[in-house]
C-alpha cells in the first residue's frame, strides 16, 4: 500500500491512498487543539481495528459460506495524558447472518487475529464484543 499525506495546516491532514484515489481527512481533536471536524489520527487506529477485524471475518465467513453483510460495530477509543497515547479500544460488534454457534467461534477466533488487533501496543487495553443476530 502507497499512500501520500499532506499537512493542510490548521492541525488537519488529507491522506490520499494512491491506487485508488479515495481520500481521508484527519483532524486533531478537541481536546487537543484541534477542530474535531473528522476522525483524528487516534480515531482512525481505533476505527482500523474494527474494519480489520470485519474484514478477516467476512473473508472467513465468505469462505464457510455465510454473509455477514448488515452487521456494524460501535467503536470507543479512551486515552491517557501522560505519555499521550491511547489507553483502550472498545469495539462491539453486532454480527447478523450467523446461526450456528460453531460457525461464531470460528468467525470470533478469526476476528482476533486480524493484523490490527495484533499491532496495538500491549499497553493497550482492549475490550472486544460480539453479539449475534
Known amino acids: 500500500m ?3 499525506v499532506k499537512y493542510l495546516g ?3 491532514t488529507e491522506s490520499v491512498h494512491l491506487r485508488s ?3 481521508i481527512i484527519s483532524d486533531a481533536p478537541l481536546d487537543n487543539q484541534g477542530r ?3 476522525f483524528s489520527p487516534t480515531d482512525l ?4 481495528v474494527a474494519s480489520c477485524m470485519f474484514t478477516i471475518m467476512g473473508i472467513k465467513a465468505k469462505s464457510m459460506g455465510l454473509d455477514i453483510s448488515n452487521s456494524s460495530a460501535e467503536v470507543f477509543k479512551e486515552m491517557r495524558e501522560s ?3 491511547i489507553s483502550k479500544v472498545t ?3 453486532v454480527v447478523n447472518g450467523v446461526a450456528d454457534e460453531k460457525d461464531r467461534v470460528i468467525l470470533e477466533r478469526v476476528a482476533m487475529n486480524c493484523p490490527v488487533f495484533l499491532s496495538l501496543h500491549t499497553d493497550i487495553e482492549k475490550d472486544i464484543q460480539f453479539n449475534w443476530k
Open 45 to 48: 487506529v481505533a476505527n482500523a
Open 91 to 93: 469495539v462491539r460488534f
Open 83 to 85: 505519555p499521550r497515547m
Open 10 to 12: 490548521d492541525l488537519r
Open 21 to 23: 484515489g479515495q481520500s
Open 2 to 4: 502507497l499512500s501520500i
Open 36 to 38: 474535531g471536524e473528522a
